[in-house]
């Protein structure tokens, strides 16, 4: 079985005591982490997917990812090398679906590279103090694996539709210069686990991987009790979950791969480790994929 792997990684985490950075200030710092962790040039890029949902003035049209591209200066001459870059836009689950749509174009030969990339702010002047989400970045960059041992596993994502109004958010345009409301509806941890609790079994069955041999289970990190029930949801101990909730708030979109990185970072993952990375959203949807490092 051919893979797609995670050559490299940047993010631009939640930040305290620094002046407010915007939704692509976070974006393009995170995508020039992961160019320059990278041993591939910024032209060798020639797809680069936007995820995030919340986003300065709340922009829906250009395409955010336009704006990045030309931040990042990948391919923007009139003359040489075509980068796509798009919008794709699926809530939390959005950066776990665009890494699926880069690895089917990796796995086609379309590409050779390809970026996924997601940022978080809530740019009003006055949030709204139920806004839960810190802003933040991440950016992947994705090649082929070079191992047939080593990489992702079938992405698989479950969407439960009669809990669709659980989760959802808007722009109040009532208010000048819109204000942006998240709605969270009783319930909706449990509907996530429900989700999960299907998504998560069958990327590890279509792997070919057993509970037991996951080393880590790599969740957004919604909150400390929906990370305390999903083991039992799951089917796991509990010490193979990743709670990093103590440190890391929930993000959103960038959620999973900030709590990746720190814990390759920490050691708690390295070469041979079998991940199961999962991801949470409106729908209500959930992601879930195997990683073998």
Not at 61 to 85: D, K
Not at 138 to 150: F, G, I, M, Q, V
Not at 218 to 239: D, H, I, N, W, Y
Not at 244 to 256: F, I, Q
Request: hydrophobic share 40%.
């Amino acid at each position: 079985m051919r893979r797609c792997r995670i050559e490299s990684l940047g993010t631009s985490p939640p930040r305290r005591g620094f002046r407010r950075w915007s939704a692509l200030r976070h974006a393009t710092v995170a995508g020039e982490r992961c160019l320059a962790a990278s041993r591939y040039r910024k032209e060798d890029v020639r797809v680069l997917v936007n995820a995030g949902v919340h986003r300065d003035g709340h922009v829906c049209e250009p395409a955010i990812a336009a704006y990045l591209q030309h931040a990042l200066g990948i391919n923007v001459e009139f003359h040489g090398r075509r980068t796509l870059s798009f919008d794709l836009l699926n809530g939390g689950v959005g950066m776990l679906n665009a890494a699926h749509v880069v690895a089917s174009l990796l796995l086609a030969g379309e590409v050779h590279a390809g970026m996924v990339v997601a940022s978080e702010v809530n740019a009003d002047r006055r949030p709204d103090p139920s806004y839960p989400y810190a802003p933040s970045g991440a950016a992947l960059l994705l090649d082929l694996s070079p191992s047939a041992e080593r990489g992702f596993g079938p992405f698989v994502f479950e969407t439960r539709e009669d809990h669709a109004g659980l989760c959802a958010s808007a722009v109040d345009l009532t208010v000048q210069h819109g204000l942006l409301r998240v709605t969270r509806g009783e319930g909706l941890e449990e509907a996530f686990l429900q989700a999960l609790a299907a998504a998560g079994p069958r990327a590890l069955e279509r792997d070919g991987l057993r509970r037991e041999e996951v080393d880590l289970v790599v969740p957004p990190q919604v909150s400390p009790s929906f990370l305390s029930r999903l083991p039992s949801a799951l089917g796991v101990p509990k010490e193979k979950v990743l709670d990093l909730t103590s440190e890391l708030p929930d993000t959103l979109t960038t959620s999973t791969v900030l709590a990746f990185e720190r814990a390759r970072a920490s050691g708690r993952v390295g070469p041979g480790s079998k991940v199961l990375f999962l991801a949470v959203g409106s729908g209500v949807t959930a992601g879930a994929v195997t990683y073998r490092l």
